[in-house]
């Protein structure tokens, strides 16, 4: 098993959805891998938790990455976070995000979940992707 590439593919994952012009264009600069202190945008993207399995073999260390992209929206309606959350799915299933360590051999998308927030006022639409990484 190895946990060695998380690091790296959660700042590659950042950068690819922080420089797509289609995400950039609903959500501006509001992608973020750590909420900031203060009032939140009303459209905005966030990073959040991971899981990894062990998926090395005789061919080297590797392991499966599951992992959540949060679209939150402070407005009523669905209509701008799944907008947004489409965005998303385009900026990352089957990218090739740079990393500073190993490679991804693929990055799939798994399943979302879209919710109510604030007594029927925001949204949140979670994202649920895999990836297969290797260390190299």
Same mark, same amino acid.
């Given at each position: 098993?190895?946990?060695?590439?998380?690091a790296a593919l959660q700042a590659g994952v950042y950068?690819?959805?922080?420089?797509?012009?289609?995400?950039?264009?609903?959500?501006?600069?509001?992608?973020?891998?750590?909420?900031?202190?203060?009032p939140l945008p009303d459209l905005y993207v966030s990073?959040g938790p991971d899981v990894a399995q062990d998926a090395?073999?005789?061919? *080297? %260390?590797?392991?499966?990455? /599951? =992992?959540?992209?949060? @679209?939150?929206?402070?407005?009523?309606?669905?209509?701008?976070?799944?907008?947004?959350?489409?965005?998303?799915?385009?900026?990352?299933?089957?990218?090739?995000?740079?990393?500073?360590?190993?490679?991804?051999?693929?990055?799939?998308?798994?399943?979302?979940?879209?919710?109510?927030?604030?007594?029927?006022? *925001? %949204?949140?639409?979670?994202? /649920? =992707?895999?990836?297969? @990484?290797?260390?190299?």
């Amino acid at each position: 098993m190895s946990y060695a590439i998380s690091a790296a593919l959660q700042a590659g994952v950042y950068q690819t959805l922080y420089t797509n012009p289609t995400v950039s264009g609903l959500a501006g600069i509001n992608v973020y891998d750590a909420l900031p202190s203060g009032p939140l945008p009303d459209l905005y993207v966030s990073l959040g938790p991971d899981v990894a399995q062990d998926a090395s073999d005789k061919t *080297g %260390r590797g392991a499966w990455h /599951r =992992f959540t992209v949060s @679209v939150v929206s402070n407005t009523p309606g669905f209509a701008k976070a799944k907008d947004l959350a489409v965005a998303v799915c385009d900026a990352l299933i089957d990218a090739q995000p740079t990393l500073s360590r190993g490679r991804i051999v693929g990055l799939y998308f798994d399943r979302a979940t879209a919710t109510r927030r604030d007594a029927d006022e *925001g %949204r949140q639409i979670d994202l /649920r =992707f895999k990836a297969r @990484v290797e260390d190299i």
